[in-house]
Every structure is written in C-alpha cells, then in structure tokens.
C-alpha cells in the first residue's frame, strides 16, 4: 500500500525587517533570469510578490583548462529552476520562501534578518541531539569550523569559545509544535538546518503554508531566556537603527585611516567565499575612492588592503569601504575571478569596546557580545594570568627606534644565565622563517618579549609563541638549531631536553584583563589549551617600562 502524503513539504525561508512598502523591493534584478511568472498575489488573504523561473548559470571557470587538456571545445553552460514567494507576515516583517538553488540569489542581502533561521533552531531544536554546529571565530584568523554528530550530541560536546565564536548554522531534530507538520504527523520532529535561513516543512494549502509562516516568525521572535541552546546567541547582531552605530562606524573609520586606539583591524573570510578557501592566487582591489583596481598577493595583510583609505576623508570611509570590492582569482594575474566581487566591508574585522559591552564587525555586520560570555571569558583569563613567572626583567626605556626591542632583549640577556635570541630565524619544512624565542632563560624557558603599546602586538606574540612552541615538538629541525644557536652564544651550555616553560614577557603594559580586547583574551585561552596539549606550562611576566610619549603606538592591546 503507497504511504500517503504529507501535507507538508521542505522548502527554505528568509525574513526581513519590514522596511518598504513593496514587496519586489525585498528582490533584486539578477541578469541571465528568465520570469516565468511575476507580479503580486494575495494567498490565503495574504499579500505576496511571487516570482518563478530559469535562471542561466556561466560556464564554469574551470571549462577554458579542461578544454585546453583534452583539445575540445566543450559548451557547459546550463539552466536551473527557481521559484520565490514574498510574504508579508506582520506590520514589522517579511518573509520569503525559495525553491531551487537560484531563487536565494534573488533576495536583498543588505535587507535580510541574519539571525532569522539561528533564532528558530534555538528555541525548538532537541539541545540533547544537537547534530552540526557551523561556526567563524571573531578574530584575524577568522577560521571557519563546521562539527557533527551523526547521532545528535549536547552543545557541551561541541567545542565553541566563549564570546569569540559566532556561530552562524546549527542542525538538528525540531519540536514543530503549532505547525502543519506537528498536526500531521501525531508529534514527530523534524531535522531543520537553521542559519541565516530555515529550512523546515511548510503546509502544501494555502492556508496552511500562510498558518506556518506565521507561527514560525512568531516562535523566532519568543524570550530566549530559559532556552537550552541559548549560548549560540551570546553574539547577536546590532540593529542599523541603533543609537550606538554612529559611534562604531566612526571608531571604525578612525582604524582604516592607521588610528588604532580603538581596537584592532583583521581579516575576515566572507562567507559568500568560504568555499573558495585555498583556490585563491590573487585579489582583485577596487572602488576605493579614486585609486584604480589593484591586484593584490594572496598573503596580503590588512594593513596593505586599507592603506588607500588613509588618502579618503574621515567622514566618507566607511561608506567608501562599504562601496569598494575585493574579489578572490584561481589566477595570480587577477583575470580568472572565483567569485562576484565582494563588498570589502565582508573583508574586514574590527573589535571595540563602548561603555563596557564589546562589539565587533564580522561579514560586513555589527555584532555585540552578550555580557555572560564576555564575564567567563575574564573570569578565566584572570585566572590564567596568576600565573606569574619569577624571571627577573630590568627596567625598559624605550628609544622609538626599529631595534628597540632587540636591544632590549640584548639588556636582558646581559644578567647571568640569560641568552638574547631575537632576531635569529629558524627554518623548517612547515616554516620557512620563525623565531624560536626572544631570550632563553636561565633554566630553558622559552620567553617571548613585545612591547604591547600598538593594537595588534598581542595577537603577533601569541602567534610566535603558538608557531615556536609547535615547530619544537613536532620539527627535529627547530630543536636542533635552537641547540645550535644557544652553543653558539654559550659553548658551555647545553639544551638536551624540549622547554618545558613559555613565558609571555610585555612591556608597555601590564598583563590585565581590564586591558585587553575580549577577542584577545579568547586568543590568549586558546593559546594555553594549544601549548598545555604540547605539554608545555605558560607564564606571564610584566616588564617594568618608561611610557612611550603618546602618538599613534598608544592604544588598546588586540
């Protein structure tokens, strides 16, 4: 016997914040589509826009190379159907239902509620059978994370940072109470992908499909308060209207001029881009102000990505960051795009901190960090920062020059059992260029010293720890030359064992939870946990120091 159908069938949803009059306005006009049908539609008494069609998909980068193996001009170009239902739910929202992978791309992406899907899964996925969490720290690294469980598992079983991960999908097995599918189906779940989007079962009548709509918006809107997964939304995103957005756009126009004082500029991976992680041999940089398109290396750091912005008035930069594009190429000429340009506000991440609450830029977007996690993430820094190494650092007098630090490194090692490493490199397999440490202490501590006065130091020196520690336990070569290069210092002296110590040294600061940004301090966590796995102990040591004068160096360590 057939098994009958349900009333109910997947389909994906998006929402807006109600913001114009007209439902089309919530589209965008996309080239190569072919409309078969289009206008407004009233369903179930419900004013929709409906649009339906082909769109046409460009030959595939990759088609010129294939062709020009093989010696055959191949035509791969192809069709693909779509279909989009505009809904207007409330006074205050819109919805918009898609089938088939073209009809997303008709949607405004400047209008949609981000957290739309996020909130829904929170409130009614099974926080015992959690499946998939999907996941981008806020940091420079912006590394993007994707874990499952086949079989469901709590979120204590998935390893997100506290207030330094924002979490951008989750997936798992719903509680579809009050909708079609809950009715029809005497009570079951339903696996739901929630993210920016949800995809769940909606009614096949109209009624029922408008009925689900509704009560979906409405249960996304419910108090989190007493949700078991309520943690993913420790981050959430800052309204365009909120009173606070004239204030972080203009710290953040202050950054890309070079003014670091209020936080630290990164690198962000758009996600529009996550799957072009590796492909890129070049960038193409354009739009910004009257600088032409430049063609940039695919390890370009942030500070040769803004550079131009210094030249662009202060009141116009976020607007012109907003304007301007940087495109990933599989070429290192920049001709052969992997994607369409992207907005190079996606590119950039920017950390602040106003009246106590800390807020990012993350994919273009403002997010704030909730209160509970910023409050565990000091709690255990503070805890980590006890701590204390009992080496002994004279006093540093800062000269403003480049080898200030060298040669503060050199004032140390003059004290018996000290040893001054800076600026000699290691060379291995994995890593072309690294130093092993600053100064060797009397017993082997590995100590790495930076004077913590610009924004992003923090961040280098948790880097070169992280880069030393790992090239000696698992590189014979970085061991052996830093054997060598302690003989050479000291033909007396010998390393035979691994360090089992690493010493975070500063000067221009003290080691403080109160001055350091919250993404830093996560940094700083995951750094303990990397180096605690290699076996290795990690200590703090602030260097007594004579203030710099005050210029651009002053600001908040990263």
Not at 444 to 463: C, F, M, N, P, Q
Request: glycine fraction near 8%.
């Amino acid at each position: 016997m057939a098994r009958q159908a349900l009333p109910t069938a997947v389909a994906t949803i998006y929402r807006f914040p109600k913001t114009h009059q007209r439902l089309s306005d919530y589209l965008k006009e996309v080239e190569g589509v072919d409309l078969r049908v289009n206008g407004e539609l009233t369903i179930a008494d419900t004013r929709t826009h409906v649009l339906a069609g082909v769109r046409e998909n460009d030959e595939p980068h990759w088609v010129r190379h294939f062709s020009q193996v093989v010696g055959v001009d191949a035509d791969l170009r192809s069709t693909s159907p779509f279909a989009v239902i505009v809904v207007e739910i409330d006074e205050s929202s819109i919805c918009a239902v898609t089938w088939g992978t073209s009809g997303r791309h008709l949607l405004d992406d400047l209008l949609l509620d981000d957290d739309f899907g996020l909130d829904f899964g929170i409130r009614r996925i099974d926080p015992a059978k959690l499946r998939l969490v999907r996941s981008n720290l806020l940091d420079v690294s912006a590394r993007g994370m994707e874990i499952s469980f086949p079989s469901g598992n709590a979120l204590s079983g998935f390893p997100l940072e506290p207030a330094g991960e924002l979490v951008t999908g989750i997936e798992g097995p719903a509680d579809m109470t009050g909708l079609t599918y809950d009715t029809a189906t005497g009570g079951r779940s339903w696996q739901i992908r929630a993210g920016r989007s949800l995809s769940i079962q909606l009614g096949r009548s109209p009624e029922d499909f408008i009925s689900d709509l509704r009560t979906i918006c409405a249960v996304a809107d419910e108090d989190a308060g007493d949700a078991p997964l309520r943690r993913i939304a420790e981050v959430r995103p800052v309204s365009e209207n909120d009173a606070m957005m004239s204030e972080l756009e203009s710290r953040l126009a202050a950054a890309l001029g070079g003014d670091a004082q209020h936080g630290p500029l990164g690198l962000c991976w758009p996600a529009s881009a996550l799957g072009e992680i590796g492909q890129a041999n070049s960038y193409i940089a354009g739009r910004i102000g009257s600088v032409g398109s430049r063609v940039l290396d695919p390890a370009f750091e942030v500070e040769t990505l803004v550079e131009p912005f210094v030249q662009v008035d202060v009141s116009r930069r976020v607007a012109v960051l907003r304007d301007a594009e940087l495109t990933p190429c599989a070429d290192d000429a920049g001709e052969e795009v992997l994607t369409r340009p992207i907005s190079m506000i996606k590119w950039v991440a920017f950390e602040t901190s106003v009246g106590g609450r800390t807020y990012c830029l993350h994919q273009g977007k403002w997010y704030e960090i909730g209160q509970e996690a910023v409050d565990r993430v000091h709690a255990q820094v503070r805890e980590l920062l006890r701590n204390r190494s009992s080496l002994a650092f004279p006093l540093w007098v800062p000269t403003g020059k480049p080898k200030d630090e060298h040669d503060y490194c050199e004032l140390v090692a003059r004290q018996n059992g000290y040893l001054c490493l800076d600026r000699t490199f290691a060379r291995t397999p994995m890593h072309p260029r690294f130093e092993l440490a600053d100064i060797i202490g009397p017993a082997d501590e590995i100590v790495h010293v930076k004077w913590l006065g610009r924004a992003t130091a923090a961040s280098h020196l948790y880097t070169q720890a992280q880069v030393s520690a790992w090239a000696q336990r698992f590189e014979p070569q970085a061991m052996e030359q830093l054997q060598d290069k302690v003989r050479a210092i000291d033909s007396g002296r010998a390393i035979t064992d691994r360090p089992k110590v690493v010493v975070l040294a500063v000067g221009g600061r003290e080691w403080d939870v109160d001055q350091l940004f919250t993404l830093s301090q996560v940094s700083l966590l995951r750094l303990s946990q990397e180096l605690r796995n290699l076996g290795l102990e990690l200590q703090f040591a602030d260097i007594p120091f004579i203030a710099k004068r005050k210029g651009k160096s002053a600001g908040t360590a990263a």
